[in-house]
């Protein structure tokens, strides 16, 4: 203990995800984009809600915020103004952001807060074992929904076109170069970016499968223009056969912490009492 | 000797306006001015109160008989008819009567070349001259209120105030009023205070979800945003106002929210949080009567309980419950270090008559002395945020600086991942939970009025005005009685003060149903019986009121 004790505090070595679950690509790709950013990590800040997705910031080397159920987002919105040089990253399930914290949702993207949200979207519950996701789609059979989900599943692209976000993406595990792409990308961005992240639960989802996204996701046809709002809310609708893939909304907006008088000295935390 | 002004009509027609108008020039006449404010959940409409009393020594709170009563509605005058003092006179805006003084005010307004808005300042005019004052400190005040306006608005007003006072100048004097002295201190009210205190204190992250009777601080805040800047914003909900809090702190500054109980209820998870992670969270909780919506514009004292338990699970915190505005300002701070010294949740609990009451006192240092947040200067190599330590408070690293810092709300080692050791539940549990001791060893205790006597009334929070002016009454009229005022009221270290009590009949005085104090301190082990005064009909204790109760006249 005492040896183990002087080193310093680094990741947790196990994971506790089912082997082939999506959450170890992501985490892959995630330590490969933050390298390709090249941000010191010493000012990585990743901060989760709760659910399987929630746990992959004790999987790296990053301060930590593993906050409650729901609530990432003002979680990372408090720090990141206490301290706006923080890279704040939230990384949470679609449970976690679109259900239990939907309302967080609505009103971070209003702000354009300087954070990303990297959403692990696998269309089902998985630490709770197997219930109906805010995305689960019409139909699908669980052990509560024992009829199969009557209720539309939310479109969190569109919803946060919607709501003049400025960064609208997905990707998915399946593909890790372009995750890798949209996660730098989101990085880049300054202001609030949402990254829709598709990602097959092995254990719970037998219908959302690797080969079932594989089949389905495509990129952006080249030329395809980001800053078309129009074009980007249809493009956020598509799904079925065909699910795009990309960059699919950008706009420039000023960042919520950009309009606070109080930052203007610098971070509020490091700036304390001088 | 105190006068009580009572000003009522409907929301929206100046009750308010020509109350802060009169307490400020009356303050600025070399009066003590004691402002209390009762009014109904609407924005127009409805019978809304101010009273204004007046003293040539300290008022400390309400009374119901008002001298002088001041109404813009006939609903206003039926409702408000019966508290007039015996012999006292009523300004109507309406017809005159058996000792009502008509006074058409808009019309006077536009006879002095106002608008109907100026009537406001009409009804001052005649206040003034009922009272027999000179108009010099009302002018004054008329001055202030508007110099950031053209110069013709000030003077329109004061011309109005005039027509008031030369309206019913065959009256003047016929209201009994107090010897004005040297004007001193500012007026300030509750929520001033408590805004006022935070910013000194160095809060620099305000997020909240407006609630009456915690909006007053909030909104104060707001305002001094630029001056002390602080980051404010209103957050979506409760849930994402304490949970950016928690982000805040973590992250490194002091942080703030300020609710009701409704909101506060929604927050309990999140104090949960801030317990779990060790995080120094202030909450401002303004009480209301409840449950649930309950009387959302009057007061009540119904928290207590529900603030020492809120939150899942078992974690330390600190509830303060200032009595006067002197300790609203001293406690506010408290709260703060106390927070960050044992890196746990920390609350101040008012009510709407606190966060309403408007004093003239001893003006309050406004200079920011931020407090110590208690940071390592250079967090070792080997830094770990929640290290076993004999106190129970590890040392404390913010992120960005070096070590990484993690914190999480699982049951975490002490490097802060996610653990299911249950060896290490218990060692986490145990440390979080040792600050207890440390806590209570910094107890407030409470504080006797004037001095320890045979008979205590106890009381918490705000009732301290009322409950000292009780006193007052019943010395005075030969009874051996004091006051015990608690301001903190969680944790109670009840070895300390049984033998305050020890001895002493004592009897309860507080603003809900159930003695809710009076359960904690039996808890605590320092009370056994007691008797207990208590009022929950949503309107704040008075001094004659609880006189009155403690000497048996009236059942309580």
Not at chain 1, 112 to 131: E, R
Not at chain 1, 174 to 188: D, F, G, S, T, Y
Not at chain 1, 204 to 232: C, H, I, M, S
Not at chain 2, 466 to 492: K, N, S, T, Y
């Amino acid at each position: 203990m005492s040896a183990r004790k002087a080193e310093p505090v680094g990741r947790m070595n196990e994971t506790a995800w089912c082997p082939g679950c999506g959450n170890h690509a992501i985490l892959k790709t995630l330590d490969a984009a933050v390298a390709e950013a090249g941000l010191d990590r010493r000012k990585l800040m990743l901060v989760s809600g709760i659910g399987q997705a929630a746990k992959l910031p004790h999987y790296t080397d990053a301060n930590v915020f593993n906050g409650l159920h729901g609530r990432a987002l003002p979680a990372a919105t408090g720090i990141k103004l206490a301290n706006h040089e923080l890279e704040v990253i939230i990384t949470s399930g679609d449970g976690d952001m679109y259900g239990e914290g939907g309302n967080h949702f609505l009103h971070a993207i209003r702000r354009n807060i300087g954070v990303k949200c990297f959403v692990h979207d696998n269309q089902v519950y998985g630490l709770t074992k197997g219930q109906a996701s805010p995305t689960s789609e019409l139909g699908f059979v669980t052990k509560i929904q024992t009829h199969g989900v009557v209720s539309v599943p939310v479109s969190p692209l569109a919803l946060a076109i919607v709501e003049n976000a400025t960064f609208v993406a997905r990707s998915s595990a399946v593909v890790p170069e372009h995750l890798q792409k949209m996660m730098v990308a989101a990085i880049r961005h300054k202001g609030f970016a949402l990254l829709d992240i598709l990602q097959p639960c092995v254990t719970f989802n037998k219908v959302n499968t690797w080969q079932w996204y594989k089949q389905r996701v495509k990129e952006l046809p080249a030329g395809y223009d980001p800053a078309n709002r129009a074009l980007a809310l249809e493009t956020a609708l598509k799904w079925g056969e065909e699910i795009p893939i990309g960059i699919i909304y950008r706009a420039e907006r000023k960042t919520f912490e950009e309009q606070q008088p109080a930052l203007a000295k610098g971070p509020l935390a490091l700036t304390y009492g001088k | 000797m105190d006068t009580n002004i009572r000003i009522c009509g409907e929301a929206g027609q100046g009750v308010q306006t020509t109350g802060d108008l009169l307490t400020h020039a009356l303050a600025a006449a070399g009066l003590h001015v004691c402002a209390t404010q009762g009014y109904m959940s609407r924005i127009r409409g409805g019978v809304n109160s101010f009273d204004v009393r007046i003293g040539d020594a300290e008022v400390l709170g309400a009374r119901v008989p008002a001298e002088l009563l001041v109404v813009f509605t006939r609903e206003a005058l039926d409702n408000c008819r019966s508290s007039v003092a015996e012999g006292g006179l009523v300004l109507f805006d309406g017809q005159a009567d058996d000792g009502v003084i008509a006074l058409e005010m808009a019309k006077a307004a536009a006879a002095a070349g106002g608008s109907a808005l100026m009537a406001n300042a009409v009804a001052a005019g005649a206040v003034y001259a009922l009272l027999g004052l000179d108009l010099g400190s009302l002018r004054a005040a008329l001055s202030k209120q508007f110099a950031k306006k053209d110069e013709s608005v000030a003077r329109t007003n004061i011309a109005c105030a005039e027509k008031g006072a030369e309206l019913v100048a065959a009256r003047r004097g016929a209201v009994k009023c107090p010897k004005p002295g040297q004007p001193f201190g500012a007026v300030v009210s509750g929520s001033e205070t408590v805004g006022l205190a935070a910013a000194v204190a160095g809060v620099k992250v305000v997020s909240s979800y407006p609630m009456t009777p915690s909006t007053g601080v909030f909104t104060w805040l707001a305002g001094a945003a630029d001056r002390y800047g602080i980051v404010v914003e209103q957050a979506e909900d409760e849930i994402a106002a304490i949970n950016m809090v928690c982000g805040a702190t973590y992250a490194g500054v002091p942080a703030m929210t300020t609710t009701s109980g409704g909101g506060f209820a929604l927050m309990a998870e999140g104090l949960s949080l801030a317990g779990m992670c060790e995080l120094p969270a202030v909450i401002l909780l303004s009480q209301r009567p409840a449950p649930a919506t309950g009387l959302p514009t009057r007061t009540g004292q119904e928290d207590l309980l529900f603030a020492a338990h809120a939150g899942h699970g078992e974690f330390p915190r600190a509830i303060f419950a200032p009595g006067s505005l002197a300790q609203a300002y001293d406690l506010t701070r408290r709260a703060f270090e106390t927070a960050h010294r044992w890196q746990t949740p920390a609350m101040i609990l008012i009510d709407q008559f606190l966060a309403d009451l408007q004093r003239n006192v001893a003006p309050m240092d406004e200079t920011l002395r931020p407090i110590d947040r208690g940071l390592l200067d250079v967090p070792p190599a080997d830094y770990r945020r929640y290290a076993v330590t004999k106190n129970g408070v590890s040392p404390r690293a913010i992120p960005g600086a070096g070590p990484f810092v993690i914190t999480d709300s699982d049951e975490h080692t002490a490097d802060g991942h996610l653990t299911e050791d249950l060896a290490v539940r218990v060692e986490q549990q145990d440390k979080r939970l040792r600050k207890c001791k440390g806590m209570l060893a910094e107890f407030l205790l409470p504080e006797f009025y004037p001095a320890p006597a045979a008979e205590v009334l106890a009381c918490w929070g705000s009732t301290w005005g009322p409950c000292r002016e009780a006193v007052d009454l019943l010395r005075a009229a030969g009874r051996d009685v004091c006051m015990l005022h608690f301001g903190q009221v969680w944790p109670i270290d009840g070895r300390r003060v049984k033998p305050m009590v020890a001895g002493r009949k004592v009897t309860m005085v507080e603003g809900n149903a159930t003695a809710q104090l009076g359960s904690v301190l039996k808890g605590a082990g320092a009370l056994g019986r007691f008797k207990a005064i208590l009022r929950y009909d949503g309107l704040p204790f008075t001094g004659p009121e609880i006189a009155e109760r403690a000497a048996g006249r009236v059942k309580s």
